[in-house]
Nanobody
Framework: QVQLVESGGGWVQPGASLRLSCVASGRAYTMGWFRRIAGKEREFVAAITWGDRKTLYGDSVKGRFTISRENTNNTIYLQMNTLKPEDTAVYYC?????????????????WGQGIQVTVSS
């Protein structure tokens, strides 16, 4: 069992930046971020593989968000730039036992509790 703990959320104004972190209690292969905007289905944000650090992004965040990882401490990051009000959501860290990039939530085996990100003026 892998436990995931997110940190770094909060409130920012439009155009600002924020960095989320997620620490895994054990080794996980592909890790990623999803978000749930109020009243909508959970949405894929980004994912990154273990060894070669290949990345995949959702269309709504491409060019603004960057996912990265430090394998020595089982941590991934989500650097969010040029934030918009529509980025307001609960962000979830997720991890898969399997390798390879994937944007489908049901293929992820472990989930964090979620962390709120609010973008408003």
């Amino acid at each position: 069992q892998v436990q995931l703990v997110e940190s770094g959320g909060g409130w920012v104004q439009p155009g600002a930046s924020l960095r989320l972190s997620c620490v895994a209690s054990g080794r996980a292969y592909t890790m990623g971020w999803f978000r749930r905007i109020a009243g909508k289905e959970r949405e894929f944000v980004a994912a990154i593989t273990w060894g070669d650090r290949k990345t995949l992004y959702g269309d709504s965040v491409k060019g603004r968000f960057t996912i990265s990882r430090e394998n020595t401490n089982n941590t991934i990051y989500l650097q969010m730039n040029t934030l918009k009000p529509e980025d307001t959501a609960v962000y979830y860290c997720a991890a898969r036992r399997g390798t390879g990039l994937n944007d489908v939530s049901v293929t992820y085996d472990y989930w964090g509790q979620g962390i709120q990100v609010t973008v408003s003026s």
